[in-house]
C-alpha cells in the first residue's frame, strides 16, 4: 500500500494548499478541477506560495523548481485512475461530492484510497456512494487553513474503514509533514467541535454588548496566546463558512451551542463574507494589512 502517486480534487484555497503539501513532501501529484481557469488560479496561489518559501530560504530556488514539477492539472476524473490515494476538496455539497465520489469510484483502481478534506460533512454519508470494496478505503483527512503553514491534519475514520488503510492514512499525514490527529466520523470531527462553538460564543459576546470587536479580539490574542482573535479569524477562514458549518453541526446535535447567533446569519444574508468580500467583522477594502472594524450593533 505504498503511496506515491496523489490525486487532489478541487484547486481553491484548501486544496491548492493540499497540492503543494503533498508535492513538497516529494509525491507525484495530479490536480483536477472542473475548467481550466479555475485550474490555473489555483496554481496562480502554490506559485506565490512557494515564491514566499523561496524569499524566506523555507526551501531553495532548486527545490521551488522541482516541487513545482512534480504538480500537473487536469479537468479530467479520469487522469486521477491510477493515483494511490485522492484527497478530495470541493465544494461543501453532499449530492456533488457523493457524484463525483460515484464517477471515481469507476474509474480508479480498487486499491485506491479516497479521502475528503469536508469540514463538517459526514464521511459516512459520502461513503455510501461507492462500492463496499471501496467504503472500507474511504476515510476523512481534514486539513486547516492555510494548509502550507498549519501543523494539523485530522484522520477521521468510519465505523467501515479497514484497520490497516487507517493506520497508512495516519502515517501518509507523517510524511505530509503534519502532526495527524485521529478522530471518528462525528460532525465537525476535534477541532470544529471545540472551535465553532467559540467563535459562535464570541459573536454572542458582541451581540450583547460584553466588548467591541477589537477587544474581544485582543482579549483572546493577548489574553490567551491565540494567533488570531475570534473575529479576525472568523474573517479569515470566511463567514459563509463558519455559518454553513454550524448549520449542519446544529442540525446534527440539536444543541445550541452550535447554533448561528442571528448577526451571523444577517451578515452572511448581506453578503459580508469576511475576508474574500473585502468586508465582514472589519472592511478590508481600503487597506487590507490594516482593517478597521465595521459598526454592526
Ligand atoms: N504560503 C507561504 N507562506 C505564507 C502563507 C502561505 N499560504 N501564508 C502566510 N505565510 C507566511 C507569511 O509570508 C509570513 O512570513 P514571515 O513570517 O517570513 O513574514 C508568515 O507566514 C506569517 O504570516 P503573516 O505575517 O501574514 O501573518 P501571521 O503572523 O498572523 O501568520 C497565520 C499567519 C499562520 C495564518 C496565523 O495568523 C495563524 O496561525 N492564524 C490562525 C489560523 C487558523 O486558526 N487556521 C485554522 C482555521 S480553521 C480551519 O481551517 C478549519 C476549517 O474547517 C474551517
Given at each position: 500500500?505504498?503511496?506515491?502517486?496523489?490525486?487532489?480534487?478541487?484547486?481553491?484555497?484548501?486544496?491548492?494548499?493540499?497540492?503543494?503539501?503533498?508535492?513538497?513532501?516529494?509525491?507525484?501529484?495530479?490536480?483536477?478541477?472542473?475548467?481550466?481557469?479555475?485550474?490555473?488560479?489555483?496554481?496562480?496561489?502554490?506559485?506565490?506560495?512557494?515564491?514566499?518559501?523561496?524569499?524566506?530560504?523555507?526551501?531553495?530556488?532548486?527545490?521551488?523548481?522541482?516541487?513545482?514539477?512534480?504538480?500537473?492539472?487536469?479537468?479530467?476524473?479520469?487522469?486521477?485512475?491510477?493515483?494511490?490515494?485522492?484527497?478530495?476538496?470541493?465544494?461543501?455539497?453532499?449530492?456533488?461530492?457523493?457524484?463525483?465520489?460515484?464517477?471515481?469510484?469507476?474509474?480508479?483502481?480498487?486499491?485506491?484510497?479516497?479521502?475528503?478534506?469536508?469540514?463538517?460533512?459526514?464521511?459516512?454519508?459520502?461513503?455510501?456512494?461507492?462500492?463496499?470494496?471501496?467504503?472500507?478505503?474511504?476515510?476523512?483527512?481534514?486539513?486547516?487553513?492555510?494548509?502550507?503553514?498549519?501543523?494539523?491534519?485530522?484522520?477521521?475514520?468510519?465505523?467501515?474503514?479497514?484497520?490497516?488503510?487507517?493506520?497508512?492514512?495516519?502515517?501518509?499525514?507523517?510524511?505530509?509533514?503534519?502532526?495527524?490527529?485521529?478522530?471518528?466520523?462525528?460532525?465537525?470531527?476535534?477541532?470544529?467541535?471545540?472551535?465553532?462553538?467559540?467563535?459562535?460564543?464570541?459573536?454572542?459576546?458582541?451581540?450583547?454588548?460584553?466588548?467591541?470587536?477589537?477587544?474581544?479580539?485582543?482579549?483572546?490574542?493577548?489574553?490567551?496566546?491565540?494567533?488570531?482573535?475570534?473575529?479576525?479569524?472568523?474573517?479569515?477562514?470566511?463567514?459563509?463558512?463558519?455559518?454553513?458549518?454550524?448549520?449542519?453541526?446544529?442540525?446534527?446535535?440539536?444543541?445550541?451551542?452550535?447554533?448561528?447567533?442571528?448577526?451571523?446569519k444577517r451578515m452572511v444574508l448581506a453578503g459580508l463574507y469576511g475576508r474574500k468580500s473585502g468586508r465582514g467583522f472589519y472592511d478590508?477594502?481600503?487597506?487590507?494589512?490594516?482593517?478597521?472594524?465595521?459598526?454592526?450593533?
Amino acid at each position: 500500500m505504498e503511496i506515491k502517486k496523489v490525486g487532489v480534487l478541487g484547486c481553491g484555497l484548501m486544496g491548492s494548499g493540499i497540492a503543494q503539501t503533498a508535492a513538497t513532501a516529494g509525491f507525484d501529484v495530479i490536480v483536477r478541477e472542473v475548467s481550466g481557469e479555475l485550474c490555473d488560479r489555483g496554481f496562480a496561489g502554490i506559485d506565490k506560495s512557494l515564491a514566499r518559501f523561496a524569499e524566506k530560504g523555507t526551501i531553495t530556488t532548486e527545490q521551488q523548481t522541482e516541487i513545482r514539477g512534480r504538480l500537473r492539472g487536469t479537468t479530467s476524473l479520469e487522469d486521477l485512475a491510477d493515483c494511490d490515494i485522492i484527497i478530495e476538496a470541493i465544494i461543501e455539497n453532499l449530492d456533488t461530492k457523493r457524484d463525483t465520489y460515484k464517477q471515481l469510484d469507476a474509474v480508479c483502481k480498487p486499491e485506491t484510497i479516497f479521502a475528503s478534506n469536508t469540514s463538517s460533512i459526514s464521511i459516512t454519508e459520502m461513503m455510501t456512494s461507492t462500492s463496499a470494496e471501496r467504503q472500507k478505503r474511504f476515510i476523512g483527512l481534514h486539513f486547516f487553513n492555510p494548509v502550507p503553514l498549519m501543523k494539523l491534519v485530522e484522520v477521521v475514520r468510519t465505523i467501515l474503514t479497514d484497520e490497516s488503510v487507517y493506520e497508512r492514512a495516519v502515517e501518509f499525514g507523517k510524511q505530509l509533514g503534519k502532526v495527524p490527529v485521529r478522530a471518528g466520523d462525528k460532525t465537525g470531527f476535534i477541532v470544529n467541535r471545540l472551535l465553532v462553538p467559540y467563535m459562535l460564543d464570541a459573536i454572542r459576546a458582541l451581540e450583547e454588548g460584553v466588548g467591541s470587536i477589537v477587544d474581544i479580539d485582543n482579549a483572546m490574542k493577548l489574553g490567551c496566546g491565540y494567533p488570531m482573535g475570534p473575529f479576525t479569524l472568523g474573517d479569515f477562514v470566511g463567514l459563509d463558512t463558519t455559518y454553513y458549518i454550524a448549520e449542519i453541526m446544529f442540525n446534527e446535535f440539536r444543541e445550541k451551542r452550535f447554533a448561528p447567533p442571528p448577526l451571523l446569519k444577517r451578515m452572511v444574508l448581506a453578503g459580508l463574507y469576511g475576508r474574500k468580500s473585502g468586508r465582514g467583522f472589519y472592511d478590508y477594502t481600503a487597506d487590507p494589512k490594516n482593517p478597521t472594524p465595521m459598526k454592526l450593533v
